[in-house]
């Protein structure tokens, strides 16, 4: 039997330091995998976090993001991060909640979150052509030279979108356990 007092101030607290745990789960995430040329499990994370906490999924993705900042320094890259990750998330909060946890879920959300890695570069192509003044002859070389690196996204972000489904079923029964 759970004694613990169920009251406002509790729950509030409790989602501050779930969300800053999570958002260090998925800086911390992205470090382990550095060695792989674009392979980590962001999206999956960040598919499941919006299933989950939808709105209070963004507080865990820009802690994430002004993490990469502070370990890796405000490049022209981060501001990049500003809103390639909001597009995700986006993505996310358009799927309809049931199908991350039904079978449904197996075939759709692996092929959104490979989509997603393969069209990264593509993402951040707007904000790489203002940087370097590239016109658009010059942005569909970047992006096509990048190409290459985002295949491997594509194939790392569709065997991580394998686990969203799991990983909502745990997170939904853990936040009924905690939270409810």
């Known amino acids: 039997m759970n004694s613990r007092p169920k009251n406002k101030t509790f729950t509030v607290l409790f989602r501050l330091v779930l969300y800053a745990m999570l958002g260090a789960l998925l800086f911390v995430s992205k470090e382990v995998f550095a060695f792989l040329p674009n392979i980590h499990p962001l999206g999956m994370f960040m598919l499941a976090f919006t299933a ?73 192509a707007p904000w790489e052509a203002l940087v370097r003044g590239f016109d658009f002859k010059q942005t569909m070389v970047w992006i096509s030279a990048g190409l290459s690196f985002d295949i491997y996204h594509l194939l790392g972000n569709f065997a991580a979108g394998l686990l969203v489904v799991p990983l909502v079923l745990l997170l939904t029964k853990l936040e009924r356990i905690y939270v409810k």
């Open 52 to 124: 989950v906490y939808r709105w209070g999924a963004l507080v865990p993705i820009y802690i994430f993001v002004l993490l990469c900042g502070i370990y890796n320094g405000f490049g022209t890259w981060w501001v990049a991060y500003l809103y390639v990750w909001a597009i995700l998330w986006g993505v996310g909060m358009l799927i309809p909640k049931k199908i991350y946890t039904s079978r449904m879920g197996y075939f759709v959300l692996p092929i959104v979150n490979g989509l997603y890695g393969l069209s990264f570069g593509a993402l951040c």
